[in-house]
């Protein structure tokens, strides 16, 4: 349907250099989208934990990338500390994109999931089931969740955080948002992080406007963070950009 989401204003809380191709896709469909960052990506205040761990990269035999930030600001410093890349290291990837920038650094093989994108479906692959014994480095930002770790610890490996940077909630306040509310022209706030969520109910307080906001996630588990709290929750059935979009348009509420 053209303009699907004609006089939408759709936020989007994504890192601000991560919102290109959706923002044009709500504008193909004739809505407004709201760059509105709760996270950004910083640089470590204090890298000497990170640039330890990567002293011992080549015992290692896998490499796993948590996002694409992961490999922006941990590949450089890899690559300049193994110029050629240990030849036993074996590389893995939490989604099609984050393995797309492992291979423009020059990673081979890439182990990725193929529909889930997230530490469940990683988790959940064949390669990662047999790791009794193996050394495993996860690059991620400081603080990131411990699933992952957890479950192949238990599966017999050993596990070492790559922790090359750290995120920052950019916004002090949702006055922006609140005055789309008041006005009637916030149609939906997009979340793809459970920490982007954490930062947006901070913000939002003890007031109404976002509960009476349809919240659009790309992943079960934010979804029922979100509701624990009383929003209004709708779930991507399909990953990607694609698959927020057509979320959007199937929940469109104002007209």
Same mark, same amino acid.
């Given at each position: 349907?053209?303009?699907?989401?004609?006089?939408?204003?759709?936020?989007?809380?994504?890192?601000?250099?991560?919102?290109?191709? *959706?923002?044009?896709?709500?504008?193909?469909?004739?809505?407004?989208?709201?760059?509105?960052?709760?996270?950004?990506?910083?640089?470590?205040?204090?890298?000497?934990?990170?640039?330890?761990?990567?002293?011992?990269?080549?015992?290692?035999?896998?490499?796993?990338?948590?996002?694409?930030?992961?490999?922006?600001?941990?590949?450089?410093?890899? *690559?300049?500390?193994?110029?050629?890349?240990?030849?036993?290291?074996?590389?893995?990837?939490?989604?099609?994109?984050?393995?797309?920038? *492992?291979?423009?650094?020059?990673?081979?093989?890439?182990?990725?999931?193929?529909?889930?994108?997230?530490?469940?479906?990683?988790?959940?692959?064949?390669?990662?089931?047999?790791?009794?014994?193996?050394?495993?480095?996860?690059?991620?930002?400081?603080?990131?969740?411990?699933?992952?770790?957890?479950?192949?610890?238990?599966?017999?490996?050993?596990?070492?955080?790559?922790?090359?940077?750290?995120?920052?909630?950019?916004?002090?306040?949702?006055?922006?948002?609140?005055?789309?509310?008041?006005?009637?022209?916030?149609?939906?706030?997009?979340?793809?992080?459970?920490?982007?969520?954490?930062?947006?109910?901070?913000?939002?307080?003890?007031?109404?406007?976002?509960?009476?906001?349809?919240?659009?996630?790309?992943?079960?588990?934010?979804?029922?963070?979100?509701?624990?709290?009383?929003?209004?929750?709708?779930?991507?059935?399909?990953?990607?950009?694609?698959?927020?979009?057509?979320?959007?348009?199937?929940?469109?509420?104002?007209?």
């Amino acid at each position: 349907m053209p303009d699907a989401l004609s006089g939408c204003s759709i936020v989007i809380t994504r890192p601000i250099d991560q919102t290109h191709q *959706l923002a044009e896709l709500v504008q193909s469909e004739g809505g407004h989208p709201v760059l509105f960052p709760l996270l950004a990506i910083a640089p470590l205040e204090d890298s000497s934990d990170f640039h330890a761990a990567l002293e011992t990269l080549d015992t290692c035999d896998w490499a796993i990338f948590i996002s694409s930030n992961a490999v922006q600001r941990g590949m450089p410093a890899v *690559l300049r500390r193994f110029p050629q890349l240990p030849s036993t290291l074996r590389f893995c990837a939490i989604g099609p994109s984050t393995k797309a920038e *492992l291979e423009a650094f020059g990673a081979k093989h890439v182990l990725t999931p193929e529909i889930r994108f997230d530490s469940e479906s990683l988790l959940a692959l064949p390669e990662m089931q047999s790791v009794q014994g193996q050394r495993i480095m996860i690059f991620r930002g400081v603080g990131g969740r411990e699933l992952m770790a957890e479950a192949l610890r238990a599966r017999g490996a050993q596990v070492r955080f790559a922790e090359c940077y750290r995120r920052i909630n950019p916004q002090a306040d949702a006055n922006d948002l609140i005055r789309l509310w008041q006005n009637s022209q916030l149609e939906a706030v997009v979340v793809t992080s459970s920490e982007a969520l954490r930062h947006l109910l901070a913000l939002a307080g003890t007031g109404d406007w976002l509960k009476n906001t349809l919240i659009c996630v790309n992943h079960p588990r934010i979804g029922e963070l979100a509701r624990q709290h009383g929003l209004q929750v709708a779930v991507a059935e399909t990953p990607g950009d694609i698959g927020m979009l057509h979320c959007l348009i199937q929940n469109r509420r104002h007209t």
